[in-house]
Every structure is written in structure tokens, then in C-alpha cells.
């Protein structure tokens, strides 16, 4: 598997990233445990987590696979989402984001983090103290770079700004969503990325099991997150998605590989990307994934995959300068 380097930091990582989220939840321990090596011994090093995965189950389940080894690898987990019904046991307070990652380094048996995540954006705490306190934790040895998830762009750049007046550390890695019926991060958060040189790892490159085959316009789910998970119904469940799906299908057929690799490989050409995060709730789940680094993704293909899906409008919402035909 091909490597490479996260942003400014000098730390190297596999091309593809595996999630936890399944450990605890849809995988049971051993299931997780063969999936874990599996991903080893396809060259993974770099597994991302989070409290709230598993109820806690996940980061307990990370340690124990990794505690031989941790040097190995590149262990990221996240704060905000709350984990009990404790009122200061949520969002990024400095009280929470302390708590949170003790009980983080507790459960993965570790005394550090290689990158810590915000895992959302706090409305009701001033961000100077959120990334006052993630300096903090640079400082003790806790956390080797902070990182973000599921913020825009300008906040972002306002937090880099932030960062940078007062000598914290930065944000070093970004996490959006990314996949080919959900592009919106073209617009400005992978260009910003490039242009700060942060890396990048995007979740949902299947699009919640919407590009891995089984779906259509005639063919839609009748179980699973896609119907049973509200945010993912509500994310993907307009009748563009599943025929922009259809087709996606069709073309994976016509060059006789199976749709989620090739979905896969898709976000990972973007230069922007890091490393996709690829998760799964069995084994074969895995190996389906798994033949993303596989896939010689070329120009043309990667082009011709992308006219499946809507670009989205620049941010200044003149999409008629992306045709040329501004004058």
C-alpha cells in the first residue's frame, strides 16, 4: 500500500484510513479484532476513533488490539458529542475536552494521541478557549497535533488565524465528508487544505452504502442506516442520489470491478485527500474495500466517474465562470 505524509506534520500513513465506528456497535469484539489485523496486513497504520463510537466500546477495543505495537500507528479520536447525560459532559469546554481525553487515553491504554479531532463546531464556547485548551494538551505530551472535523471552511481559517497570533498549534488535519453523490468540499474546504497544507481524511467515501452496488433508481433500501438512521436518510435520500448511483453501478460493471472500491479509489485521486476513511462491519465488508489500492485510477476514468454528479457552485455562487461563459 502507497503512503503518505499528513499535512506539515512529517508523520507518514497508509493511503487508506480504517474507522472504528462499527467496533462495539454493528462488529463485536472478534469480528473487529480479525477485521483490525486484516487492515494491518494490508499495509493500514492509520486507524481513526471517537468517544461516542461504540458508546466507548471502540477505543477500548483499539487498545487492545494496538498495545503491543502502538508506535506502529497513527491513532486519532475526537471530542464534542457527549457521552453521558453529565450537562458539562458535552461540546468543547475546556472542562469537557480535559475529561474527554482522559477517558479517551484511559480506554485505548495509551498516554497520547497522534491527533486529536473537534469533532464539531461549538456554538456556545468562545473558540480561542477551544483551541487555547487543545494547546494545552500539545504541551503535555497529550496530543501530538490537533485536528477538525465537520467545521466550514471559514471557521477553519478564523482558528488557524487564531492559532497562529497567539504561537498554538495548529490545526494539522481535517476530516469532511466526501464522496461522489456529496462533493461540497470541493468548493473551499479542499482547496483551503491544499493551500494550508493540512491533510486530509474523508469519511463516507460509499456514501453510507449508497455506491456499493445495491441501490438504484428501481432499487431502493428497505433496511439499514439508509433507511433506518435519520441523518443518513435525510443525507442521501433524494432520487438524484440513487440514479447519480445507477449509473455509477453501470460503470463499474463496464470496467468489471465492484462499485465500492472503485468509489474509493474515486476520492482518493482527488490531490487534496490524505487518505479516505474506509469502515466496515465484517470482514467482507473489508475486503471489498480493501481493493481500493488495487484499482489504477487514470485521468480519463477519474473524470468521467465525476460528470456522474453535479459539481457544486463556487462559493460565490457564479457558476457560469466555471463553463466560461461569463463575458
Not at 462495539?24 to 471517537?50: C, L, P, Q
Not at 483551503?192 to 452496488?213: C, D, F, H, N, R
Not at 487534496?272 to 471489498?288: C, F, K, S
Request: hydrophobic share 40%; glycine share 8%.
Amino acid at each position: 500500500m502507497n503512503v503518505k505524509t499528513v499535512g506539515k506534520t512529517g508523520i507518514t500513513v497508509s493511503e487508506l484510513a480504517f474507522g472504528t465506528m462499527s467496533f462495539g456497535s454493528t462488529a463485536d469484539k472478534a469480528e473487529s479484532e480479525k477485521m483490525f489485523h486484516a487492515a494491518v496486513e494490508k499495509g493500514i497504520n492509520f486507524f481513526d476513533s471517537a468517544n461516542v463510537y461504540g458508546n466507548g466500546q471502540a477505543e477500548l477495543f483499539l487498545g487492545e488490539f494496538i498495545k503491543k505495537e502502538r508506535q506502529k500507528y497513527v491513532v486519532t479520536s475526537k471530542v464534542y458529542w457527549p457521552t453521558s447525560e453529565d450537562p458539562n459532559g458535552k461540546g468543547l469546554s475546556k472542562k469537557n475536552i480535559f475529561k474527554s481525553l482522559d477517558d479517551t487515553l484511559l480506554r485505548i491504554g495509551t498516554d497520547y494521541l497522534d491527533f486529536y479531532f473537534v469533532h464539531d463546531f461549538d456554538h456556545n464556547t468562545p473558540m480561542e478557549t477551544t483551541l487555547e485548551a487543545l494547546d494545552q494538551l500539545v504541551k503535555a505530551g497529550k496530543i501530538l497535533h490537533p485536528a477538525v472535523s465537520n467545521w466550514s471552511a471559514w471557521q477553519i481559517e478564523k482558528a488557524l488565524g487564531i492559532q497562529a497570533k497567539n504561537g498554538y498549534s495548529p490545526f494539522e488535519l481535517m476530516e469532511p465528508m466526501y464522496n461522489l453523490v456529496k462533493r461540497q468540499a470541493e468548493v473551499e474546504l479542499l482547496p483551503m487544505a491544499q493551500a494550508e497544507k493540512m491533510g486530509v481524511i474523508s469519511y463516507s467515501p460509499l456514501g453510507g452504502g449508497l455506491l456499493t452496488g445495491k441501490y438504484g433508481e428501481t432499487k431502493r433500501p428497505v433496511s439499514g442506516r439508509l433507511v433506518e438512521d435519520q441523518r443518513y436518510a435525510q443525507r442521501y435520500g433524494e432520487k438524484t442520489n440513487f440514479k447519480i448511483a445507477a449509473e455509477f453501478t453501470q460503470f463499474a460493471k463496464k470496467l468489471g470491478v465492484h462499485p465500492a472500491p472503485l468509489a474509493i479509489a474515486w476520492v482518493n485521486y482527488h490531490q487534496g485527500i490524505t487518505a479516505p476513511i474506509i469502515g466496515a462491519r465484517n470482514m467482507e465488508q473489508l475486503a471489498v474495500s480493501l481493493e481500493a489500492v488495487n484499482f489504477e485510477m487514470t485521468e480519463e476514468f477519474y473524470q468521467e466517474l465525476s460528470k456522474l454528479s453535479p459539481s457544486p457552485q463556487p462559493a460565490t455562487d457564479r457558476g457560469e465562470i466555471l463553463t466560461g461563459n461569463w463575458k
